[in-house]
């Protein structure tokens, strides 16, 4: 039988890196910053839902707590001269300390602006969420999004799967769309990878979707195409 695994942690230590990176002394302060990193995606996740937010990566020091947050509308989540990146700043404080109390860190919140929004599944998840959540048709949507996000340069595959009541049939199915080529066994592979859920009133429609951006040989290194091996030619006699 196979194993499926999640593409992003099978490339991990390989050409990914861990979206929470700090170092826990002892074992309070572990699950103090496990419940923190989890109360802050959870509040992320909902606050930004419509904001085209791919992930939100947490970098811990001993005295400051750095959140980044990913996303393709920079402008709805900073707001006008910065008073919603302020508020959510406020926001985020008030969860960090209601999970873990306040532990002296201070909070510094950065937002990063995806370039290439078809070239983040996340992205591509919620466009296709966005289209299913004003009741059009899914096939439709499902292959407009692929042909968009096919068009952009850096993209070589595309696999977009959703599972559910499709439709408002009786019975839930899955239906799957796929453009070019998906290598997930291969480790240098960089393949972005995320799942989304599109509310809909007769129930809840799983999305999943897999970008495939080439080869990429160093980790946190743009993805290339790999190149052809030139033969060595022999030594003459």
């Given at each position: 039988?196979?194993?499926?695994?999640?593409?992003?942690?099978?490339?991990?230590?390989?050409?990914r890196?861990?979206?929470?990176?700090?170092?826990?002394?002892?074992?309070?302060?572990?699950?103090?910053?496990?419940?923190v990193?989890?109360?802050?995606?959870?509040?992320?996740?909902?606050?930004?839902?419509?904001?085209?937010?791919?992930?939100?990566?947490?970098?811990?020091?001993?005295?400051?707590?750095r959140?980044?947050?990913?996303?393709a509308?920079?402008?709805?989540?900073?707001?006008?001269?910065?008073?919603?990146?302020?508020?959510?700043?406020?926001?985020?404080?008030?969860?960090?300390?209601?999970?873990?109390?306040?532990?002296?860190?201070?909070?510094?919140?950065?937002?990063?602006?995806?370039?290439?929004?078809?070239?983040?599944?996340?992205?591509?998840?919620?466009?296709?969420?966005?289209?299913?959540?004003?009741?059009?048709?899914?096939?439709?949507?499902?292959?407009?999004?692929?042909?968009?996000?096919?068009?952009?340069?850096?993209?070589?595959?595309?696999?977009?799967?959703?599972?559910?009541?499709?439709?408002?049939?009786?019975m839930?199915?899955?239906?799957?769309?796929?453009?070019?080529?998906?290598?997930?066994?291969?480790?240098?592979?960089?393949?972005?990878?995320?799942?989304?859920?599109?509310?809909?009133?007769?129930?809840?429609i799983?999305?999943?979707?897999?970008?495939?951006?080439?080869?990429?040989?160093?980790?946190?290194?743009?993805?290339?195409?790999?190149?052809?091996?030139?033969?060595?030619?022999?030594?003459?006699?």
């Open positions: 039988m196979t194993h499926t695994v999640h593409p992003y942690a099978h490339r991990l230590g390989i050409i890196d861990w979206r929470s990176r700090w170092f826990a002394t002892d074992k309070k302060t572990f699950r103090e910053n496990i419940a990193d989890q109360a802050v995606r959870t509040f992320v996740a909902k606050k930004l839902r419509n904001m085209h937010v791919a992930e939100v990566e947490i970098e811990r020091s001993q005295s400051e707590l959140v980044i947050i990913h996303t509308r920079p402008g709805l989540v900073i707001g006008r001269s910065g008073e919603n990146a302020t508020k959510l700043r406020k926001e985020i404080t008030a969860v960090v300390n209601k999970a873990a109390g306040n532990n002296g860190r201070t909070l510094k919140l950065d937002i990063m602006e995806i370039r290439q929004p078809e070239t983040s599944a996340a992205v591509v998840g919620m466009m296709v969420v966005e289209g299913l959540e004003k009741r059009m048709p899914f096939r439709r949507v499902l292959k407009s999004t692929v042909e968009k996000v096919m068009s952009a340069r850096d993209v070589i595959g595309v696999r977009i799967v959703a599972s559910g009541r499709l439709g408002g049939a009786d839930a199915r899955t239906e799957q769309i796929k453009r070019g080529r998906i290598p997930l066994q291969t480790f240098r592979a960089n393949i972005d990878y995320a799942m989304q859920e599109a509310n809909l009133p007769f129930g809840v799983g999305i999943k979707v897999w970008v495939y951006l080439g080869d990429q040989f160093t980790m946190g290194g743009e993805a290339e195409q790999p190149r052809e091996r030139m033969a060595t030619p022999s030594p003459r006699a």
